[in-house]
């Protein structure tokens, strides 16, 4: 049984007609668990367009590409620009988090993203220390979507901020580690808790401050 329908492909089609450049959808699973739908998922996105070029890797056969794009949970679907951005997607993307999947694959082709200049001016200076944000949302969730474009688009445009989405209902462990009790709920380094939806401008400030108390632990200005 097809997992996208012929109304879903045809939207991929629309979202992706003015992609400029190719694309990599990189699937990471793990031999030891059930990896069939996520497989699945990889082929039928690959035959909507021309644009997204799949691979599809195994936990222990493919230790070193797991290693390089820093894969720690599966399944996980890597997306890969030329460019040489990097979005993560842990767990399958379902629900809202199919459209935020493909305006991913829209900004790795470019390498840009609808991010306002007053955001971008902020980040002129170099960041004192690298931010990760992960963003743990739910497929029914439609504040999730905001979450998770403002952190992506964060990730694109901005050297040194990284950004995961994480779906919660497939990585519990991750939500108990975090103390996530909210969705959506970013996560910052790992330890600064935000819970909801902020706007670019609001993430942004937080990666700022975040980055700039990181740096002064470490004596870096």
Known sequence: MALLDEKTRSEIRRR??????????????????????AEQMLLEVAGVS????PRLYRRRRDRDAVAAYLVDGFPAFVVAGPSGTILRFFGIPRGFGFGVFFEAIKDAASGRASLPDEVRRKFQATLP?????????TPDCPL????????????VEVAGVSADIIQASEFPELVLRHGVRDIPAIVLNGCIRFPGAPSETTLAELVLRVSRWAGERLGRR
């Open 144 to 155: 999730c979507t905001m979450a998770s474009r403002a952190a992506q688009k964060l990730a």
């Open 50 to 53: 021309r644009i997204i070029q």
């Open 129 to 137: 220390v690298p931010v990760h944000i992960g963003v743990f949302v």
């Open 16 to 37: 992706l007609a003015d992609v400029p450049a190719p694309v990599k959808v990189l699937l990471f699973v793990d031999e030891a668990e059930d990896g069939r739908e």
